[in-house]
């Protein structure tokens, strides 16, 4: 029994596992710009196609129908309670919210939105933070509008 624990191809899965959970979500120094001694903003270009709640809402046009964005505090802050609000010009039937990385695998969040008004659906938001500075979360709405299935995406800055 001992004996089996002394391969060496145990140990070298173990390396991997142990190397895999050490590289987390932080960029290699590789993909890391160089930035300029005396630079005082961000070594990231900021995706101007990003939602940017503190200037607006965030409007998509699907089949002719506005579908809005708004998550407050308007920051969009890692690890603390958000207020994400979804508004359409109709009703939206079997509307499922769900928040990912956008380019890195961050884990699927639910969203549980309810109606609280016609046609603004409303609910709590909490995601994780990740060593880089520049996460881009994305909110997928799928949901049907008079029996037809459709889906939106919102991309965002978290602690912008």
């Known amino acids: 029994m001992l004996s089996k624990w002394r391969s060496p ?7 991997l596992i142990v190397t895999l959970l050490l590289c987390g979500c932080e960029p290699s120094e590789k993909q890391l710009p160089k930035l300029d001694q005396n630079a005082t903003k961000t070594p990231f270009e900021i995706d101007q196609t990003l939602c940017d709640f503190n200037q607006k809402t965030c409007d998509r046009e699907l089949s002719g129908q506005r579908i ?19 508004t359409s010009s109709v009703a939206l039937e079997e509307l499922s919210v769900r928040v990912e990385g956008r380019d890195m695998f961050m884990g699927v969040i639910p969203v ?39 889906v939106v995406m919102f991309d965002f800055l978290a602690d912008s």
Not at 128 to 147: E, P, T
């Open 9 to 15: 191809d145990l140990w070298r899965l173990a390396g």
């Open 68 to 86: 809005s964005l708004a998550i407050s505090p308007e920051n969009t802050p890692s690890e603390k309670p958000l207020q994400v609000t979804l």
């Open 112 to 150: 549980k939105l309810s109606q609280t008004g016609k046609n603004t659906y409303q609910g709590p938001l909490i995601y994780g933070s990740c060593s880089s500075d520049y996460m881009v979360w994305r909110l997928i709405a799928s949901f049907k509008i008079q029996g037809e299935a459709k």
